[in-house]
């Protein structure tokens, strides 16, 4: 079996341990809980490589602690991680306008590393606004960018699919 970290980054209360708890545990809850420091979640699944040989692959989910306009993400979280999930919330874009920030300092310590984005609580706004924001998005216009997902945590729209690529993405670079 083979072990990767994945770090979820975002500004406080985008839902990043909803995604995490979605992913790992198939469940949502509206209780909201702040993430102090990191907390580590683990989900084992069968990726194939590029030989097409399966692979068993841990994923160590790291969901770090939000930033805001007075504290950052600590950097010492991101070291040693092969892939990243920026997530915004869809509806709050102010958040959408800090992904390239997030995506800045994850790549400064992690230049090899894979980076998703989720605009997650897609589930909150008209389809007009979601597709402005997926737009606003992709017009960062980052290399490092694997994909762009209107997430919801709650619903779990696109959630699984965004996991399994960045962890396909990883294995096929590994």
């Not at 602690?65 to 007075?70: A, L, M, P």
């Not at 800090?98 to 800045?104: A, D, N, T």
């Not at 597709?131 to 998005?137: F, S």
């Not at 919801?152 to 670079?173: C, L, P, R, Y």
Request: aromatic share 6%; net charge neutral; hydrophobic share 45%.
């Amino acid at each position: 079996m083979i072990a990767k970290k994945i770090c979820l980054i975002g500004d406080f209360g985008v839902g990043k341990t909803s995604l995490v708890r979605r992913y790992v545990e198939s469940c949502f809850s509206d209780a909201y809980l702040s993430t102090v420091g990191v907390k580590i979640a683990r989900k084992t699944l069968e990726v194939s490589d590029r030989l097409q040989n399966l692979i068993d692959l841990q994923l160590m989910l790291w969901d770090i602690e939000g930033s805001t306009k007075f504290k950052s993400i600590s950097t010492s979280y991101l070291q040693g991680a092969k892939g990243a999930i920026i997530v915004a919330d869809a509806s709050r874009p102010e958040t959408v306008t800090h992904v390239s920030e997030h995506i800045q300092t994850f790549t400064a310590i992690n230049p090899q590393g894979q980076v998703m984005v989720a605009i997650n609580k897609s589930d909150l706004v008209i389809k007009e606004e979601l597709a402005k924001m997926l737009q606003l998005t992709a017009a960062i216009n980052q290399a490092k960018i694997l994909g762009i997902y209107a997430t919801s945590a709650k619903t779990g729209d696109n959630v699984d699919q965004m996991f399994h690529q960045i962890a396909t993405e990883i294995i096929a670079i590994a």
